[in-house]
């Protein structure tokens, strides 16, 4: 800090790699020799469980300008007395003109910061764990306009059971555009059947993909035809460009 023309006040406060916070530590003016001051002393005792719970911190920021133009500033980690079992976390913003839609990040706590934005910002968070299990989606919505604690999962809690359809769970199927939306269970079937069959069949019912099978499967024919492209030319055109 300086040049300063006065002594400045400052307030110090502390961000573990367990999520938690530590309010105040210092707040004074900066004394005018140099000083070594003991702020607090971090332990952990060896009778007290460390917390399962993950909790999503949220601190935000906002303001309006004289001309009515609002802008906000998140920063957001995670809360948990087990981040060793989390290998990362993903959070999402898809479709809000983030240079990075997403982004990944390795170290505890998970710290993601976003602002100036122009509207609270819609995030989706999901965490790959040590052993490999993926959570996706476990919060999915616009981040509030004021500081928040958000417990997002219990890594104690028993697995949920994948949601197949009866009729389809003979078969490694799920739908496209699960898959799409991050739902944690269509992840997950699809994680399992990869890693036992090699392979997982998807339904595209409801998905965009659909109407385009019919252009697949000429494109297709064409390039597997006898002889390879000798199928049908009127089949590719206009159909597959480097757009698509």
């Known amino acids: 800090l300086g040049p300063c023309w006065g002594l400045p006040h400052v307030t110090v406060e502390l961000l573990l790699k367990s999520g938690d916070v530590m309010h105040g530590l210092f707040a004074d003016n900066l004394p005018a020799q140099n000083s070594s001051i003991l702020l607090c002393e971090l332990g952990t005792s060896s009778g007290t469980p460390m917390s399962s719970n993950i909790c999503l911190c949220i601190k935000a920021t906002e303001e309006t300008s004289s001309e009515f133009e609002y802008r906000c500033w998140h920063k957001i980690w995670l809360s948990s007395g087990q981040l060793n079992d989390i290998k990362s976390v993903t959070y999402n913003m898809p479709g809000q003109g983030f240079r990075r839609p997403s982004t990944t990040v390795m170290e505890p706590p998970f710290v993601m910061q976003f602002g100036p934005c122009w509207g609270l910002p819609h995030v989706t968070v999901s965490l790959l764990l040590e052993n490999g299990a993926t959570l996706a989606g476990l919060f999915n919505d616009n981040l509030p306009s004021k500081d928040a604690r958000v417990l997002i999962h219990d890594l104690s809690a028993p697995p949920v059971a994948p949601k ?81």
């Not at 069959?197 to 998905?207: A, E, I, K, M, P």
Request: negative net charge.
């Open 164 to 244: 197949l359809d009866c009729c389809l769970a003979s078969r490694p199927i799920v739908r496209l555009n699960a898959l799409r939306m991050a739902e944690p269970y269509a992840s997950q079937v699809a994680a399992d059947h990869l890693r036992m069959h090699g392979f997982v069949w998807l339904d595209l019912q409801g998905d965009e993909l659909k109407p385009a099978t019919s252009v697949l499967n000429a494109a297709h024919s064409f390039l597997a035809g006898p002889g390879r492209g000798t199928g049908s030319h009127e089949a590719l055109v206009g159909h597959i460009s480097s757009a698509h």
